[in-house]
């Protein structure tokens, strides 16, 4: 079972832009999809993006689309999201997760289930 740590978390003003991290130490990493999601205070969890073991297929969730660009380098072990032009909708604690599986068809891709949950880290957007 993968153990994620995830970094990078901060106090930014609206439309500001903030670079979060997911990495591990396991070698098997590359195996993987990974997925970001987040939870606000007093709201379900929601899951905002998802990238494929190669990185080669991603999907966003509307709340979220041309904003947020998730992206790996498996030669580092870590999964990137980098947030520009935030809200103060965003402020959530973030984390990264395993997908349990994958669906790929007709050009879209999604993760379903996670587990191997990371710590989180906050973001506040506030000015």
């Known amino acids: 079972q993968l153990q994620l740590v995830e970094s990078g978390g901060d106090l930014v003003q609206p439309g500001g832009s903030l670079r979060l991290s997911c990495g591990t130490s396991a070698f098997t990493f590359d195996y993987y999809a990974i997925g970001w999601l987040r939870q606000a205070p007093g709201k379900e969890r929601e899951e905002i993006s998802c990238i494929s073991s190669s990185g080669g297929q991603t999907n966003y969730a509307d709340s979220v689309k041309g904003r947020f660009t998730i992206s790996r380098d498996n030669a580092k072990n870590t999964v990137y999201l980098q947030m520009n032009n935030v809200k103060p909708d965003d402020t959530a604690v973030y984390y990264c997760?395993?997908?349990?599986?994958?669906?790929?068809?007709?050009?879209?891709?999604?993760?379903?289930?996670?587990?191997?949950w990371g710590q989180g880290t906050q973001v506040t957007v506030s000015s």
């Open positions: 997760a395993v997908a349990q599986s994958v669906r790929s068809y007709g050009g879209s891709f999604h993760c379903d289930g996670f587990d191997s």
